[in-house]
């Protein structure tokens, strides 16, 4: 091997080897020097979380950039954004920190935003949304644990018990125990009596198995529904009935619906009121008829008088007959 | 007690040696044709082994650690773990050792040879110091191909993590996914620490090499023996130094 060779090689293997440390260099510094194009957009959040510089800016899941610098901005985190020149994003479009892995790769989430919204100049500023990192999260699934824990152990010692009682199924459970032979019996019958029906034993069972009486039953409630039926024409004349009552047509109408009818029969019921009360008193010729003894002895001795007047006709004669009945009348 | 002399004096005349080839520095460019040569036998012709040897270093730690993580389902990292390790440790140290094994054990047998025929003598009868013509051209070419080699290391471990990746069932992770991961994880300055860290080794393993054949003294039968304590120390050097470097160039740059 001449030397000429020999040192074509050697320079040949070096420039190899400093070609792959420069493309290894270009592969993980995301090619910042060498491709700084496109233009850059500037998102302000309250908090970057784990965003570092070369981590995807994605829009709609599609990689349009990456991130070229993070900065404290004023009174807020600031993330440059480097945006490949062939694409556009909408001034209506926000953006989000999205967190790809559990180990903290993330990446900037830009929602589409509207078409007809004017595309962000170089240097713009972008509308940010703020989300909520894992830790805020993980506290509030802590809490959401310790609620959730203190519900189900309140559950759990009304089904379990704590008492002296025991809970729910601990009184299921002895109510079952103390019951067993009742149950059973109870069972059994249950048992036999589903057997007869089955069988076709009995009034319920012939009713479950004989087709005849469910005929019967059937023009049963058929007579039912005739009779129903009638029953509404006999509701229906009542009810004309009453609606002529309350008309005022008919006697029962004019004494219902008629006041002076009414206080005539008021004034009719005094009269008989006083008249009955004088009765009794003794008032008049009636109610001495009615009350006075002396009046019924008086009577009864004249038909006695007249008796024997009648006798004594029998013995002299109408003529005697008249004079003694005159006698005795006078 | 003898031992204990034997390793003083060894990094005593390690050391010499050190400053002497530096102060030859001036004259590297006098020698450009030696320079060439080491370069062409340190850098060209360790380039194949280097190669498959990095493959499959990468290959198996993508298989163990994908063997591993797949209890947690945390394949999509394999990138991320493989890339880090080559960078950082195992490509470094792969090339450190094989260019003991293979440049440095050359090196001490050919300086030893030289010193049991008498040759270094006979250079420095004629004044020419042999740290000068011997040691400083391969000074030169190991500091030179160095990085060269390790680059070579990463990459071809990346690739041969990412082809596991692929074709094997319990990781199924598309190279894609797997360079993601990487890219997330290895920055540019680790590939530097790596390179520094490579840089040192083999300068390390090139100066004792060429120490211990230096100070061969007796017949064949010390040649053997002086290849063999090369070989040896510069592998123990190497983990030791390893760990030290690794700290320094950890507090260095956080």
């Known amino acids: ?330 | 007690m003898n031992s204990i002399r034997s390793v003083l004096e060894g990094v005593g005349s390690t050391l010499i040696l050190f400053m002497r080839s530096i102060s030859h520095v001036g004259t590297l460019s006098r020698q450009k044709s030696r320079f060439i040569e080491q370069c062409y036998v340190i850098g060209y012709t360790t380039l194949p082994i280097v190669g498959i040897l990095s493959f499959f270093v990468g290959s198996v730690l993508a298989l163990q650690s994908g063997y591993s993580m797949q209890d947690f389902g945390t394949q999509q990292f394999i990138g991320a773990l493989v890339g880090l390790s080559m960078v950082r440790e195992l490509g470094p140290m792969m090339v450190a050792i094989l260019l003991a094994g293979r440049v440095g054990s050359a090196i001490t047998a050919e300086l030893a040879s030289m010193k049991v025929n008498q040759e270094v003598d006979a250079l420095v009868t004629m004044n020419i110091p042999p740290a000068k013509i011997l040691v400083l051209p391969r000074l030169a070419a190991v500091l030179m191909m160095m990085p060269v080699l390790t680059v070579i290391s990463n990459l071809v471990g990346w690739f041969g993590g990412a082809l596991v990746c692929k074709y094997t069932g319990f990781i199924s992770v598309e190279p894609q996914q797997y360079f993601q991961a990487l890219r997330h994880v290895v920055k540019f300055k680790d590939v530097i620490d790596g390179i520094c860290k490579a840089e040192i080794f083999g300068f390390i393993v090139v100066l004792v090499c060429s120490s211990i054949g230096l100070s061969t003294r007796g017949g064949p039968r010390e040649i053997g023996a002086a290849v063999t304590k090369a070989v040896v120390s510069s592998l123990v050097l190497i983990l030791v130094l390893d760990y030290f470097v690794t700290k320094l160039l950890l507090a260095i740059l956080s």
């Open chain 1, 1 to 330: 091997m001449n030397n000429s060779q020999q040192t074509a090689r050697v320079g040949l293997f070096f420039l190899l080897g400093l070609a792959l440390i420069y493309v290894t260099y270009e592969t993980l510094s995301g090619g910042k020097t060498f491709s700084r194009s496109g233009y850059t957009v500037v998102a302000g959040f309250p908090n970057l979380q784990d965003l570092k510089p070369t981590d995807d800016v994605r829009m709609a899941g599609v990689r349009i950039g990456s991130v070229y610098v993070t900065r404290l901005g004023k009174g807020r985190a600031e993330a440059v954004l480097q945006i490949d020149p062939q694409y556009t994003i909408p001034s209506d479009a926000s953006a989000t920190i999205v967190m790809a892995g559990i180990i903290g790769t993330d990446y900037i989430s830009i929602d589409l935003g509207t078409t007809q919204a004017p595309a962000l100049k170089d240097g713009a500023e972008i509308k940010t949304k703020i989300t909520p990192d894992i830790a805020s999260i993980m506290t509030q699934m802590a809490e959401l644990g310790h609620k959730l824990d203190s519900a189900l152990s309140s559950i759990s010692n009304a089904v379990n018990g704590s008492g002296p009682d025991g809970g729910v199924f601990q009184k299921f459970n002895r109510l079952l125990s103390e019951n067993q032979t009742k149950i059973d019996a109870s069972m059994t019958n249950l048992q036999e009596i589903t057997g007869k029906i089955n069988r076709g034993e009995g009034t319920l069972g012939k009713l479950v198995n004989d087709s005849k009486l469910h005929d019967d039953l059937l023009a049963a409630v058929g007579d039912f529904k005739a009779t129903a039926s009638e029953a509404k024409n006999v509701m229906a004349s009542a009810q004309t009935v009453l609606d002529q009552v309350k008309a005022g047509q008919g006697a029962l109408g004019v004494l219902v619906y008629d006041k002076q009818a009414a206080e005539d029969l008021k004034f009719t019921l005094h009269d008989i009121r006083d008249f009955s009360d004088k009765i009794s008193k003794g008032q008049g010729t009636l109610g001495k008829l009615i009350n006075d003894d002396s009046l019924y002895f008086g009577l009864q001795g004249t038909l006695k008088k007249a008796d024997r007047a009648m006798d004594g006709l029998n013995d002299s004669g109408p003529i005697s007959a008249v004079g003694s009945l005159s006698k005795s009348l006078f």
